[in-house]
């Protein structure tokens, strides 16, 4: 018995540190100099140029037009990941409780053209989705950064569910206390999904902070620029650079990890709730 | 005066199933009506027709003196306690018995006076302010029925209130609703499964089966004079003893033994005896039993045994002798229920 | 199905319209661009297109380079996959057993689920960088001297150990909790009737998780299809030509930077072909974990 929970913690703690040990190197390794990084390798210790670098990649203006920063960029990845979050939300609520609380005629049909979107991830239809962006000129605007990614199916199907499992009785129980559909959903149905809300909003504003391929081709003009698509220029650069600056560029990947880890690690339990309850 | 007509109403599913068959019942002013039968009888459908939740194929639903087939479950005065409650979880529960007063538009005062009124009379007025998560199973209970009150209804809806409680609660609840229902005078519909609780509620039965009535009347009407083996068979405990018998030339013959009753039936006849109702004796006139198991119940006890090839219950009185393995029934004929072996109805 | 819903005329539809509008507009109307632009040959420069039949599909199928992405995007699915299912499982057994500092190590393993897959591309790329790289050393104590960017396969498996590493939070996150809610008595039972640990993982943990583990193991062939391309893009940065990339990456990069529009989309609808097949056998494992129930 003893011995079992020893040997658990050991295959724990490596995992810990296969986990871990990459970011722990990253971090320390973007408190010091480039110079020394590109000389010694990267760094297991603590290097003292914390602030000097952080300070540099949140400030001074990078990029090629020079009109971003690193605190832009923190402020457009917000953006998307509050109005991914919130979009997705409102749509998906509203959409699932047309779907389950009405008699409608077209209500399977509507179900299934839902269900369809699940069979287009962003990746397969990249090159179309793109054109259709240009022809609505939403290029290089936070709507055409947004919008398209908000009505997957993955919500929708996640309140239907929610939206099933609350009693019938309740329905019925609003009907007889005399309300309307309108109001069932604002008096009952929205508070009853805090919950759930706020655990969608967290899983949400995870992955529409970590949107890399829509920004990547959406964004030209740097001043849409998100972190993790800011990413992508950071390692355009280092390509070619005589002493590339690893640093700034580990600095910038950690800056892009800390807000979503930090908004997991506070929401551990709505999170992982939220988790595993979606894909049901 | 009639609170409640509901004349051949019928329920029919779009797929064809047919939930209720034509079912005509009256409930009079401040009468406790119970409907009972098995799960799957049709009674919590004919509730729910009443309460405006399930459309009404054909028939009419009248309440005070007007067919309210058509209107919303809001607009026909009706309150409903649900066999979950149906509290508002996320409402406290001074608002979840203020939300259907808010939403007819009562101005305040009135709806604060009501809510206290209803919550002094169920004694929840402690609780106001909490969450229906934060009370126990009685006091949800109450808060149901508070919300019931307090719109003021022109009949009570109850479905299967006190099946989510545990049995002591259940019996002191039962007793509660029917105070309550007494004290405020007004009619009520209380759908049960269990027997007891229709017979300890009921100004009047109505037996269902298989969507169809099988017998109205008061709760001493269908114990005493059942109207076929169904509803002899699911009122009382334990159940009526029905056994398979011949009526001829004035005589009931059970297998090799025959009953003198003086009657003038003839044919295949279903013999029934309450177990109540037979006086196990050591010798004498009756029916011969073939004694089995004995269950001792504290006042009573169970003698369960055979007569021919057919199983059959009896109560004795626990302070008279515990019969041998060959005992006497004498049995009354007056107690003696006969039904037709084929319809099941009475004879 | 409700049995009390409401009807209305209008405001489903209302409710709906949002929804709809930008499926129409950003999922239906790409895809049906992508179908029809397959079957023809376009002009990138000059935008006039020629029908061609089923000729861009051919010529995407016999291409060498095609048939490599392909081979190669089978072995990283079912390696990404299987690693990442296998490692996040065992982690997942351990953290359920230990007594103390459970909710410690689920932090500290969940933490990676964070990260964007190019920022874990980023990280990647200097763990495996041929000058700063630790991992580089590492690998070079047993004389393999790891290239990346300049060595397919060396590229390709720290492609691999990335993407793999990326995942393994998410399938430990499912696991952790498809273990924990195996109900105590069940436990409890199976401890009374088998003495041994291993065999009662084999005998009863292991296929009360079955229904879990397959579906997903649809999830993890879906992130490694389609959600590693941030990773690969930064890890494949120098020589996207001739590193290893998966077939999503391949419509990208023919699409974009080699303007090859009819291939590209001839490639998507291979691949919306694909995910219709992911698709219909995830719903017929949900329909089954139902039963389960």
């Known amino acids: ?280 | 005066m009639t609170t409640l007509r509901i004349k051949n109403a019928v329920k029919r599913y779009p797929n064809g199933a047919l939930a209720v068959e034509g079912v005509s019942v009256d409930v009079e002013d401040g009468e406790l009506c119970v409907f009972v039968g098995p799960s799957g009888c049709g009674k919590s459908t004919l509730l729910r027709m009443v309460a405006g939740l399930e459309d009404v194929t054909e028939g009419e639903v009248e309440l005070a003196g007007r067919v309210v087939n058509d209107l919303e479950p809001a607009d026909r005065n009706i309150a409903m306690v649900f066999q979950n409650y149906a509290l508002y979880p996320h409402m406290s529960v001074r608002k979840n018995l203020a939300y259907g007063l808010k939403n007819r538009g009562t101005p305040k005062a009135e709806i604060e006076a009501k809510v206290q009124e209803a919550a002094e009379l169920l004694q929840i007025a402690d609780y106001l302010d909490r969450r229906p998560g934060q009370l126990s199973g009685g006091q949800r209970q109450r808060v149901a029925m508070g919300r019931a009150i307090v719109r003021d209804p022109a009949i009570f809806l109850f479905d299967e209130p006190l099946s989510n409680l545990d049995a002591k609660l259940r019996n002191q609840m039962r007793l509660e609703i029917k105070k309550l229902q007494r004290r405020l005078g007004v009619a009520a519909i209380y759908v049960t499964h269990d027997q007891v609780e229709a017979m300890t509620l009921a100004d009047k039965i109505v037996v269902l089966n298989a969507g169809k009535i099988e017998q109205i009347g008061t709760p001493a009407e269908v114990y005493g004079n059942p109207a076929t083996t169904f509803v002899a068979s699911f009122i009382g405990a334990p159940p009526m003893n029905l056994i398979p018998a011949e009526a001829e030339n004035g005589a009931i013959r059970l297998g090799d033994q025959t009953l003198n009753l003086g009657l003038d039936h003839r044919g295949p006849v279903t013999f029934g005896l309450r177990p109540e109702r037979a006086h196990i004796g050591a010798s004498g006139e009756g029916l011969r039993m073939e004694t089995g198991v004995v269950e001792e119940l504290g006042a009573i006890r169970l003698v369960h045994g055979r007569v021919g090839p057919h199983e059959i219950t009896v109560t004795q009185n626990a302070d008279q002798p515990i019969p041998g393995a060959e005992a006497v029934l004498r049995v009354e004929a007056s107690d003696i229920h006969l039904f037709d072996a084929e319809t099941g109805r009475r004879v | 199905m409700k049995k009390a819903q409401f009807s209305n005329p209008w405001l489903p539809y209302a409710l709906l319209a949002p929804q709809m509008l930008i499926i129409a507009i950003f999922f239906l109307w790409p895809a049906a661009e992508a179908i029809r632009s397959s079957f023809y040959l376009e002009d990138p420069f000059f935008g006039n297109a020629t029908f061609v039949g089923l000729q861009n599909y051919t010529d995407a199928f016999r291409a060498s380079d095609y048939q490599r992405t392909a081979w190669f995007t089978a072995l990283f699915v079912t390696l990404v996959s299987l690693l990442s299912l296998a490692i996040g499982l065992m982690l997942a057994v351990s953290a359920d057993r230990v007594l103390r500092g459970q909710s410690s190590y689920k932090t500290l393993l969940m933490w990676v689920y964070a990260i964007a897959p190019p920022v874990a591309g980023l990280i990647g790329v200097m763990l495996f960088d041929q000058h700063i790289g630790p991992l580089v050393d590492f690998f070079a104590l047993f004389g393999w001297e790891m290239r990346l960017g300049v060595n397919y396969w060396d590229t390709g498996i720290a492609i691999i150990i990335v993407s793999t590493w990326k995942q393994i939070p998410y399938n430990f996150i499912f696991f952790l909790s498809g273990l924990q809610s195996i109900p105590n008595s069940v436990k409890e039972a199976a401890r009374i009737d088998c003495r041994s640990e291993r065999r009662r993982f084999w005998t009863i943990t292991f296929p009360l998780l079955a229904p879990t583990s397959f579906f997903l193991l649809i999830l993890n062939i879906t992130y490694a299809m389609f959600e590693t391309f941030g990773t690969i893009d930064q890890m494949v940065k120098d020589q996207p030509g001739n590193s290893p990339v998966t077939l999503v990456y391949k419509v990208y990069r023919d699409g974009f930077r080699g303007n090859d529009l009819g291939g590209s989309a001839a490639q998507s609808v291979v691949l919306m072909v694909l995910v219709l097949i992911l698709t219909i056998v995830q719903f017929r494992l949900i329909e089954r974990r139902v039963h389960y129930n």
């Open chain 1, 1 to 280: 018995m003893k011995y079992r929970q020893i040997l658990d913690h050991v295959v724990l703690l490596f995992g810990v540190f296969l986990m871990m040990g990459p970011l722990v190197v990253a971090f320390l390794t973007s408190t010091y100099n480039h110079v020394t990084i590109h000389r010694q390798g990267m760094q297991f210790g603590w290097g003292g140029q914390f602030l000097d670098t952080y300070q540099t990649v949140l400030t001074q203006q990078g990029g090629f037009s020079g009109e971003i920063t690193g605190l832009l960029m923190t402020q457009n990845s917000i953006i998307l990941g509050i109005g991914f979050a919130v979009g997705k939300i409102v749509v998906s609520m509203t959409a699932a409780y047309a779907i389950v609380y009405f008699r409608f005629r077209a209500g399977t049909f509507f179900f299934w053209v839902i269900f369809l979107t699940l069979l287009l991830p962003l990746e397969v239809r990249i090159l179309p989705s793109y054109e259709v962006a240009q022809q609505l000129g939403l290029l290089n605007s936070y709507t055409g950064l947004i919008l398209p990614l908000i009505a997957s199916a993955t919500g929708t199907f996640f309140f239907r569910q929610f939206f099933k499992s609350v009693p019938e009785e309740l329905l019925e129980a609003s009907r007889i206390d005399g309300a309307g559909p309108i109001q069932f959903f604002w008096d009952i149905l929205v508070p009853l999904s805090r919950t759930m809300m706020a655990a969608i909003f967290i899983i949400m504003f995870v992955v529409g902070w970590n949107q890399y391929l829509w920004p990547t081709i959406m964004t030209t003009e740097e001043q849409y620029f998100t972190l993790v698509r800011g990413i992508q220029s950071v390692m355009q650069q280092m390509i070619g650079a005589d002493i590339p600056y690893y640093n700034e560029a580990l600095a910038m990947a950690m800056l892009a990890m800390l807000p979503p880890a930090l908004v997991i690690l506070i929401f551990q339990r709505m999170f992982i709730k939220g988790l595993v309850e979606q894909e049901k």
